[in-house]
Every structure is written in C-alpha cells, then in structure tokens.
C-alpha cells in the first residue's frame, strides 16, 4: 500500500500554485512511492489562505510559517515565497528535519545560500531546488543528446530570457504581485529571476563556469512601492548581460531583460558542437531544434523535433504522439523524481548544493558588472 | 456550498482518461457549480478498470455499462467506449435520466445518430458530444475574431488532419488498441475518426456545408485482426479527401489520411476572408496565424499570436503570459462549460444536435466517395 | 570559339523582362555552347519596345512579331505574350524552323496544344516550355530525392497556389496588365495560370494523373475591361480545387484562388512516402523541408534543409553556402539547359509534348467542374 | 544619352563576381545616370585573370593592380582584393582621382584606416565601402521603421554572425581561398570579416557605440599554411563576443563564429524598443520580424513581413509580389546609389569615415579582449 506524504506549502502564489498542480496530478500519471496529502497552506493573508485552502484541497491554513515548519505532521515543506524569505524558512525546515523542496533562485546571496546548503547538510534532509525548466522534455533530450556525445566538443552555449512586462514605469515595485522589482524581496533583478534559470540548465547541460564579466542596466530609475505608495529609487538590474568560460573550453554568451518588446518568458538556448547543434525555446517548448552534421549532405539541415513521442523523457506518461504538454508538466515530473528519491532517503537535482553554484555565478555576474571586470566563480 | 456531482466513466482508454483528469482539474483552476465526484469506471477487463478507478480516484468499477447507466446515484454518464457502443448506451443513458457527454463522433451512422437525438430530446437531458479541439483557446480565438467580422466576406476553409501511424501493414485492426481500424467498431476510417474534428470545428467557425464530393482510399487492403488473429479485409477508409460548398458561398477543402509520414496528429486549417485570414495547426497548438489586410503596407505580415495572455479564451485560468498550456487542457474546458450548463439544465455545445450535423457531412462524404458524385448535405 | 546565337522576344511584360534577364546572365555563371545575342523584342506599343530593347541591350524592336519569325537572322524565338497568341505564333516559328521557348500554359486549350505539338515535331525544331519552377534549386533537389527512391511508395501530393490580388471588385480584366483576368487572353483562370505550374511538376516529381473532379468558382461576376472601360461579366475561374489519381495509385489534391488574403505568391506542395515526406513553398523557395523516418527515432523530425551548399542543384555556379538565390534565377537555369540542349539539336524538358499533358489535365479539371462529375485525363 | 563609366576592378575572387555581376546588371533594372564599361580586370594569376575577363566581359586584364589605378581611362576603382591591400591600392587610387569602392573591412587596422580616410577627403573622390547588408530590402526596411520613429526609445541590439567553416582544423590558413583565416592578409578573424557587418549596421540603425567588453578564441591554434604547406600559429580570433553600450543608451550584445555548427551564413539581428521590435536573419533575408505593442492585444503577435511588394525598398525594380530576390541583389543596389551620387560628385554612404567608425569599434572590441577590460571607442 502507498504511504501517505504529508505536505506543507508556504506561499500560495504563482508558484505555490504550480507546486500544488504538481502534487494533485502526479499520482494520476506516474508511479510513485507516496500519496501526497496536501496539509496546509501558509500565507500573508487568511482569506486569501483559505481560498487557495479549499480550492486546491489543503485541509488547513495558517499565516504563520513556522507552523508549518514545525508541525510533526508534516514531511514536506515547499517553500514558494519570495527571496528573501527563502534562507531562514529553510533552515528552519531542515533543523526540523524536514524534506525541502524550494523555489529558485536558492536564496538573496551568497551568505545566506551557504548557510542553507550547511543547514540541510548537516540535518541530512532531502532537498530540491525547483529549476523545473530542467525537465521540460525537450530540454532532458538534449541533456541525453550531449551525454551520449552526439555533439562532440561544445563550442558554444548561448542563452537568452526575454520579458517585457515591465517596459511601463507605472508598474510598481513591492507588494504581493511586484516582489520581483523590490531589492530587498529579490536580491536581483533579471540575474537571480531568470538567468539563475538559465545558468542552471548551461551548467547542467555544459559543466561549470570558470568566469563572467557581465553588463547591467536599470532602464527605469524609480518606481513606486505598491504598499507604501511611496516612489523609491530602482535597486534591481531590468538586464543582465554576460560573457563567459565553461571549464570545458567553450565560450558562454546570456542575456535577460524586461525590455524584450514582444517577448513574454522567452527562454532560450543554443549549444554548438563539433559535430551537432541543439536550440531550444520556451515558447514552443515541445520542440527541440537538432542539427546533425553526420546527416549525408544534400539532406542535411535543422531538425525540428516534436517531442512528443513515448520515447521521449516523460512523454510515456502523458497522451500519444501529437499531442503536446505545457508549462505546468516541468512541475509534475519534478514532484514525480522528489518523491521517487524521497522514498530512498536521497535529495533531488538540482538540490541545494547545486544550486550553490548557480549562485556563485550569479553574484560573479552582479560583481562583474558592479566593477566592470572579469570575475572568477567560486566553486560550491 | 458546492453541491456534488457523481460522475460514472464508461471506457478506460486515451479518452477515458483525458476525461477523468478533466474532472480532477476543472474545481481547481475554473469556478463550476458542482464538485465532481468519480464514482464509478467501467471497462471491459476487471483488472485495467480496478486499476484504473485506483490510479483516477474512482470510488469503484465495474464491467457492465448498464450498471452505470442504471446507477441512481449517478449525475452524468461519461460515453469513451467505442463508437459501435455510443447509441446504445446513450439512449439507455437518456431514457434513465443522465446527463451525458459522449466522445465524438457521435454514432456509427446516420440512423443511430439520429435516434441519439431524439433519445435525449425526449428526455431532455443535457448533452455534450466531446469535439474538444473547438476549446483549444487559439481555435476558440478564431471563432472569436470571425464573429466580430474581422474576416469579412470569407472565400475559403481549408482543413487538414494528417497522421502517419498506421503505415505499416503489420499495424492490427480491431482490438482495444486499435479497434479504430475496426470497420464494426468504427464505422468508417480517417472521416468519422479524425475529419469529424474538422468538420465540426469548420461548421461553427463558416456555417452548414451544402454539398460535397469525395474521395476515400484503403492503401492496406488487409490487416490481421488483433483478437482473433485472422487477416481479414479493411473496411475503413485510410484517406479521405473532399471538396465542399458552405452555405454562405465559401469553398471547402478537407483532407485526412493517417499516411502521411512526418504528421503525428498534425490538424490544420486555414480560412481566407476578404479582409484577413486565418491559420492554426494542432501541432503548435498555443499559437494562432493571423492576417489583418487592414495593417499597413510596409508593416503587413502574418502574425504569430501566441495566445497565452490573460485576455484570450480561458487563459485567465491558467499560468502567466508566455507559459503555453496543451492538449489536456481543451478537456478541461469543456467540462468546466458542461457544469456551469449542467446547473441552468442546458446542453453545450456541441450537443447531440449539433453532432447530428456533422454525421450528415460524414454521411455525405462515404457516400459521394463511394459513388464517384456530388452528394447533397442532409441538415439536422 | 562560342557561337552566337540569336534571340528574338515576342512580348515585353513580365515575362518578358524574365526571359531577358535570363539570357543576360546565362554566361556569366554557366558555361555555355552558345553566346546569345538579343537581336530583336517585339510588343504592342513602339514606345515601350523600343525603351524595353534600350534597358535590356535588344539590337532592334518591333511591333509586328511575323517579322520575328520570319527573320533569317533569328535563331530563337521566345514567346512571351498572352496565352491566346500563343499557338499562331509557336506554330509559324515552327515552320520557319526556329527554336522555340514558349511561356506557360502551352495554349489557351486542348486543340490548339495540339497543333503546336503536331507543329513543332513536324519541323523538328527543339521547344520548351518555360515551367520555370521546376529549376527552382530546392523543387529539383526534391525530384532527386524522389528518384532515388528515398520515398519509398507514395501516398499523396498535395499542391496549393494561392494568391490575393484580385479580391478587390476594382481589378479591371483585359488589357496588358490584367489580362490574366479576361477568358478571351488566358483560356481559364486559376487553372492555366497557376494550377497548371503545380501540374507540371508534380507529373514530373509523380507520374501520369489518372482521373480527376474539380471544382471551380467565380467570387467576383462582373469586372469592367481595361481597354473598353465596359463593365462585362467574367469568365475565368478565381479559384479552382481538384481531387485526382495518379497511376502510380497515390492521390492527388490541388487548389487555387487568387482570394486567399496573405499569400502573394504561395505555390506549396507536400508529399507523403511511405519512408519520407517533402514539403516546400515558393515564399521561402531556398528551403526544403525533408521527413526521414529512417532517422533514429529520439532525433526524428521534420529538416529544413537550406539549399545553399554547392552539391544542391545549380547551386555551384552561384555564391557561396548560405547565401540565398531568388525567383529569377529559375529562368537562368532554365536557358542554361535550352542552350546545351539546343547544341546538341534537342527540346528540352518540358518540351510541347510533356506541356500537352499539362494541358490535357488543365482540360479534364475545367471540364470536370463544369459537369459536377470525374473526368479521365487524355494522355498524349 | 547615358555617360559612359570606366570601371577597374582589382581581384577576381567572390567579391570580385558580386561586383562584377551588379555592374553588369544594374541598368536593366535601374535607371542611373551613367552606363557602366567593365574596362579591365586586375588579379594575381594571369589565366584566371583572362577567364574572368572573358566571363564578365571586361575588355582587358592585367596582374598588376598600379596599371589599374594609373590608367587614366578608369573612373572608378573597385577593391575586392585581401584585407593587408586594401590600404595601398586606395590611397594610391585617391591619388590618381579615382572613385573608389572599397571591400569591407576598410583596413587591416586603424592605422591604416586613419590614413585612408585621409587619403580620400584630401582628393575628394567619391567613395563607398561595401557594406551590402545594409541594402537588403528587410533591413533597409528596418532603418526605415526605426526612423519613423516606430520602436520609440530602443534598449537592446543584438547581433550575431555565425558560420561553421573552419570546424575542421585540416582547413588551411592563407592563399587565395583562405585568406581569412591569415592575420597576415586579414588583420583579424571574425571581427573584421563578420562583426564588422553587424557593427556597421548596428550604428546604422541605432547610433555610435560608446564602450565595449569582448572575449575572443582561437579554437584550432595551428593550421597548415596553403601556400607553404608548413604548419603555423593561427593569429586570428575564431570567436568573438562583445558587450557594448551604445550612447543612446541602449545595450549590446554581439557575437560571431566560425565555430557554430549548422549556421553558414547567419547573420541576425534583434531590436528591443519601448513600442516595438524588429528581427531579421540572412538565412531568410527576405523576411522581416516586427512587433508592434500597439496592436490590439488579443490579434498581437510577431509579424513575419515578406519584403516582395512594390512599397518595400528597392522592390518596385524587381518582379512581383511574393517573388523573393537573394543575396546578390544588395550588391545591384549598392551600384545604382553609388552611381546616383557619382553623378552629384558625392560619396555614398557608408563612406571610407563611417567605415572608419566600425574601424574603431572592432579595434577596441580586440583591444578589450586581449586586454580582458572594457574599451573606450574612438569617434570619427
């Protein structure tokens, strides 16, 4: 008989709505070695807790983390609030030796990403960091393409996250919906939200970053704060570029922004190697681009794989070939690998440790750009 | 508080489940009336159908329909089973005072079809045939832009589905697998099966068909039977293909076949108007084309609508911009209409009636194949 | 030492200027048995022949075209004028035994096809007939990789040829620059025009078509003419969709319209084999689009080749890999092979007889929409 | 009547056919004020140099470069020779009071650069550099959207040249098919043969750069020399990445490589503005990407403009709508302004000072590099 997972979520936001999508549907298309029992929900405000309550089927809510933390009922503590909070709720999880999944990126900075990976290295808790752009199956496909050395020596790996949906001053900075623009919620702008993405998945696919020199800007200078009110100077980066070395050899080049007219979570990669090439983009993420130079030649060219058959990564789980999945999928097969790994006691990649070194490279890049100079990243 | 809606599923197979995770997911991202309850699943083989109500959450199986059907605590009846099944039950469905919603095509034939009809009309329980690919919000869009008379006068509709998958001759008809080779089974090939989609999506998008002319092939003339292992003749048509007047005096185009190597379930159409014109194709499903005539020269170009914003048809209920959604998804939105219509006593769209019309097409089209002519359009 | 060979052009449209161009830069990129010299052009207005023969370097012009072909001086004779002249003039350059380049359709109908052929192998002089699209580097490459029996068996060629510049009721028909409109100049609409291009290469990339049923229409009924400024009903067909046949047992499916809003120019065609697929569009005419389901399955997907590289078709004698020819250069390639073969005293493909059978389908298709029933196609 | 204009044309390689072929096309489709006469062809081995007279039909050949510039029949030198030339031949063509069309880069450094800029403004002479990219019509295009004022404030410019040509390290370095992989004959790798079209451009469209931050590679680090056959140090960058800053406040970010498997000749760009973006490939040079935010935003979405209708820059000299041109054709446009402003006795734009500013950005791009720190640019 499955046993019973008990799960506390802390955050009922974007995240803490696809962390709980996750948990509600992967039973119902993976096997795993638990049956998620979704306890309790932890947020800033009660009638918004017990809405998100009832409507995802957590049988209670608090507005008091620590709660959740140290509730003996719980096993699982999903931590999806912003940054900011990220290093003292997980600490706390681990000393009360919970399994941890947490939203990226891992914490504000350095210091604190340190303590956290000590906390839960020293209490022995499995632990994830939830970079589920990993598992979307187009992205495991190429992880396996450069595994099994089709691409050769890598040359090149490129990645690009493009927004544009704070081009207006007006959009203000703070509060429940804006904490991605306020410093002291986020840490960073573009650099811990979405390039901690793409380091990530370069660093998984590519191996480590040696060194960065970055570029950033902060196009818009002031914005309000949506709780106070009050128009306060702009501490995040609105763009993020930067130059680098992989370990192995090859040259790095990523860029975000939130001034990508046009372009709403554009995720994208490109991977140059000796002997193949790999694209990817996250808004037609059920297709991987593949470039095979082995291909006689009069027939070579890109190929645009729908990956969608039941050979793909995942895919045997889902529907039939044709039929393509979405966004909230990377959620579910990440749930699906956490308790699989759960149930032997071990941790998931990308756990903390590893997240650690996405980290370094992101506070290498902000350094960077501070003192307009190459940086050498710290190795976790 | 949400009253509770018990729910029996007739069929366990691809279309048992996209329906099951319809229910477990319609409460938690859309507002609907009922709270479904999966009550019970039948299915031929005891073992699949227990395994089935354990994976799903159903409180029990069984492996005869009429249990279900006869069950007074059931609320809705859910027809996935075969179409040589749907008359059958449905009218037992009908005369027993269910709700139903019934995957397409709605019967083996026009007779059969017609008596449906007339069963629930009788009755007058709400009805819903399962044609989900209307609900993929870029299709769904495309209704929405035509209807604003943004196309102006349209000229033509041209649609597609084309897949590859039974190429082979060693591919078995008949079966649970692949009892859509089954003429007994299916009642006809590629038309009722996959052009039936299009038909009823072209029906609501430009108005009634008048007329038809087609052309049907059989590439493999014999497949052994998957259960009795005897190669028997094929009688369902592998490829059909037809032209069409529409009642507002556009053309029509129509082409399925499951021969067409490189298309796993590649559904497209296309609709020309005076002043724009239209394009989607299934296998980039998020994405609609679109041709305003109206934008200025040096500027006028096919758009690419990634329709993942919160304005578009259902995305509210989802993720955030730029994060695609896919193919389970239309299920959901369409059982979140058929609760919303359950509790004001109403059928959705398209219900029996409508499907009635699309079974005259599909009538029309075997029949004008078969003897080489126009064949007029019956309306229902 | 090179031969001169001397040209004669009957028609200074766009035609015309193709044809010239052609010839202009023939030697330049291909190495040729003969040096064309433009001796003569011939058009309706002086003035206009004379500017033409000035900006592309004719020795004379003239506006009686019997003196073209009746000059000694002329080796060639180019036929660049509307359909309905085509027959007269083809058949007197026959007889006085110059070769012939004739624009497309043959004629305006089957008789007169007829007689041209009957003309032109009578007198023994080498013909073609300028369906330049086959040339198109990546429409050869195809015919390639279909002769090579990468296909495999075929199932179905698809090819559309879709326009939008006479939607407006205010394009006038007749005249020089609309007389593609008027029944009297084209012979058919859509069908001569357009259709008859996608017939010509998919008979050369798949053989004989059988039997076809089409169906034709008029959007607009009544246009005033050019020269008259009379508002007369119009003849021609604006938009045309046929079923057919093939003897190699594959079937066919082809439309037309020049009221498909957003497409300019957009001849497609796809085909469907049992082991590949191609697709192609002459709105991006340097690519190819190849399916080989040989491919290894996690790495399958549909290639766009870029057919640039120097082992594709004409492409050595043109730039370097990447770097993409146009629309024009399918009537260089063209010339290229007319001048070998002229060398070596022969027609070149397609010459009258193969453009006959063109024909013969363009009869069967009319013939076929305006009785509502299948007609066999004559074969010549 | 036409004046006559007397062209020399030093080296006979690819450039040397772009060039030749745009002067021998340009007045069939322009009307300019002058007649082009290919005077004399200049190039190191003397029976290529005969055969490409005889080819492009130039009067004469020579192999020493001084009788070109010397000969007082010649009114416009062309330079189409390696990079290390460039220097000599023009500064001693100013002299002689020659036009001057000078390949691109305009000089082996600045050094060079600074003297030839010199050397031109102290004789007056007309002169270009070839920068052609500028004149497909899609990014003409583009300059005119910008201008107008469409993208409202811009924050990035991104731009990338990727090839893959030199992967294999058996390619050779120096001859006269390699020249470019030389640093003797080419002064850098892909920063003056590739970036320095991207730079160009990119201040063409969106003003100087101020500063730059790059990284270069050299992936293969010997290579058999093609004329000695002895194995040498490769001095040139395979790779190069830079970061920028352009004085109107926007970002940068471009990259080029040899090394980028599947690319042969893709040069993009993308521009991020407040009210719209803009993106183009070569690869498909045809076709312009555009994004409007002030379209409705449910219709919103990229537009893939095809640059084939009259309207568009230069294409009212081509075909027709739809019917695309290719790569040579930018060298024909570039003749017929250069030959407009000859008459006017002007330099055409971009002129030997404006090449001097991209001169300036990719010596402080190597600067930085080699220098591991940002650079300053140089102004004009």
Redesign the interface.
Known sequence: MTKKLNVGLIGYG?MG??H??AY??V??FFDVPYEPVLQVVCGLVEAEAKAFAE??GYKSHTTDWHKVVEDENIDVVEICVPNNLHAEIAIAAAKAGKAICCEKPLALNVPQAEQMVKAVEESGVPNLVSFNYRRVPAVT?AK??IDEG?LGKI??Y?ANF????T?SAKVPQGGMATWRLDIKAAGSGVTGDLLAHCIDTAMWHNGPITDV???T?T?VKERMHAETGKVEPVGIDD?C???C?YDNGS?G?F?S?R????????YTF?I??????IAWD???????S????S?Q??????????V??S??PYMDK????????????TFVHQVAEFLQNLAEGKSTSPDFREALATQYVCDAVLTSAKN???ETVKKP
Not at 162 to 165: A, E, G, N, Y
């Open positions: 974007f709505r696809t709980s999508n509600r549907r039973t119902n409507r995802w496909l396996q393409l089709r040359f090149h490129r493009l927004q544009d949906w081009i020199c970055a570029m800007e196009f763009a570029t930067f130059l070395h040259l080049n860029e922004t001034y990508a007219r046009g372009h709403k979570a554009l490109e140059n190697g000796e002997k193949a090439s996250l808004h037609d993420l059920h297709r991987l593949y470039f095979d130079h291909d030649s009069i027939v070579r060219g890109w190929r645009s794989i729908h969608t058959d050979d793909m889902w529907w039939v070939p044709g039929l393509q999945i979405g966004y909230e999928h307009k100079k190459w």
